[in-house]
């Protein structure tokens, strides 16, 4: 089993910048993959970033390209996402998951841009 606990959410104004934290407990050892994912009010969760836990690999959803950089802390067990110059389109609540046998998830954390 692995938890993951999402923070760094919050208001912010068009053109600012927010960090989410996410830490991730349990069976780390197991975890392939760790990401971003992001879901915004009558629509369905969407992928935002991903990073291979081994590696160091990164995948950006194109809308997030330049903005948005995921990063990951292995001795805090912790994964980043930096975002910078946010759109009102960018609000949404952002979840962090991570990838071994199956997929896990956290409890989500509010992201919110106001123009």
């Known amino acids: 089993q692995v938890q993951l606990v999402e923070s760094g959410g919050g208001l912010v104004q068009a053109g600012g910048s927010l960090r989410l934290s996410c830490v991730a407990s349990?069976?780390?050892?197991?975890?392939?993959?760790m990401g971003w994912y992001r879901q915004a009010p009558g629509t369905q969760r969407e992928f935002v970033a991903t990073?291979?836990?081994?590696?160091?690999?990164?995948n950006y959803r194109e809308s997030v390209k330049g903005r948005f950089t995921i990063s990951r802390d292995s001795a805090k067990n912790t994964v980043y996402l930096q975002m910078n110059s946010l759109k009102p389109e960018d609000t949404a609540v952002y979840y962090c998951?991570?990838?071994?046998?199956?997929?896990?998830w956290g409890q989500g954390t509010q992201v919110t841009v106001s123009s």
């Open positions: 990073i291979v836990t081994s590696s160091g690999i990164t």
């Open positions: 998951a991570a990838g071994s046998s199956r997929w896990y």
């Open positions: 349990g069976s780390i050892s197991s975890i392939n993959v």
